[in-house]
């Protein structure tokens, strides 16, 4: 299960930690993409219609309060990350999760 290969270093991350380590990831290019029904409007960085620098920026404006997380949908003990936030007249959802070392992205679209 994505158990295995998805381990947090220290257990759950508060937002802080998800924000830094998916920002790195991003910066270092170790990402991915899971892989989905309508990726071409669901995981904008997928398609090239954003950039990692992109994401990364709208990421690190974000806040507190636009962040949750959940459980994986096909595997509880993965921690999913969350972002609804707002940046340059545009609403934007991002969703992710931490598969060492890489960020995997569920989800960048506005």
């Known amino acids: 299960m994505l158990y295995d290969i998805c381990r947090t270093i220290g257990g759950r991350m508060n937002f802080k930690e998800a924000k830094q380590k998916v920002i790195e990831s991003l910066v270092k290019g170790d990402f991915s993409h899971e892989v989905r029904n309508n990726i071409d409007v669901k995981n904008l960085l997928s398609t090239g219609d954003v950039s990692k620098d992109e994401v990364a920026e709208i990421i690190g404006r974000s806040r507190g309060n636009q962040y949750s997380s959940s459980p994986h949908h096909y595997d509880d003990s993965v921690p999913v990350h969350v972002l609804v936030t707002h940046k340059s007249g545009k609403d934007w959802y ?16 506005n």
């Open 94 to 109: 991002i969703k992710w999760y931490f598969k060492n070392p890489d960020s995997v992205f569920i989800s960048v679209h």
